[in-house]
Nanobody, 127 residues
Framework: QVQLVESGGGSVQAGGSLTLSCAAS????????MGWFRQIPGKEREAVAA????????YYADSVKGRFTISQDNAKNTLTLQMNSLKPEDTAMYYC????????????????????WGQGTQVTVSS
């Protein structure tokens, strides 16, 4: 049974940092595109970052480039999103997700392209 469990959210002032973690279980961790999404009430869930570790491929939304870093520890089955220089507009519920096995090169960026999701962790950035 595939499970994704996020942790690390919280409240921080603008300019601060947070590290989100996603513990994965129930499958061979390294074979899939993994992604971080975020969502605020009333808006669509948007892709923040995605990583395909076997191919060394990563994607970042323009709004977070240079501030966020996605990484993966295969030994610990953990996906991490390091968030620096946080802004109030980064406030959202953050979710980690696993894409289907067919994704290899082009990163999946739509929520429907991911078939497993965590429960989410809230990030609040105050000005």
């Amino acid at each position: 049974q595939v499970q994704l469990v996020e942790s690390g959210g919280g409240s921080v002032q603008a300019g601060g940092s947070l590290t989100l973690s996603c513990a994965a279980s129930g499958y061979t961790y390294s074979n899939y595109y993994m992604g971080w999404f975020r969502q605020i009430p009333g808006k669509e869930r948007e892709a923040v970052a995605a990583l395909y570790n076997p191919g060394g491929l990563s994607y970042y939304a323009d709004s977070v480039k240079g501030r966020f870093t996605i990484s993966q520890d295969n030994a610990k089955n953990t996906l991490t999103l390091q968030m620096n220089s946080l802004k109030p507009e980064d406030t959202a519920m953050y979710y980690c997700a696993r894409a289907g096995l067919s994704w290899r090169v082009v990163p999946p960026l739509r929520p429907g392209q991911y078939n497993y999701w965590g429960q989410g962790t809230q990030v609040t950035v105050s000005s």
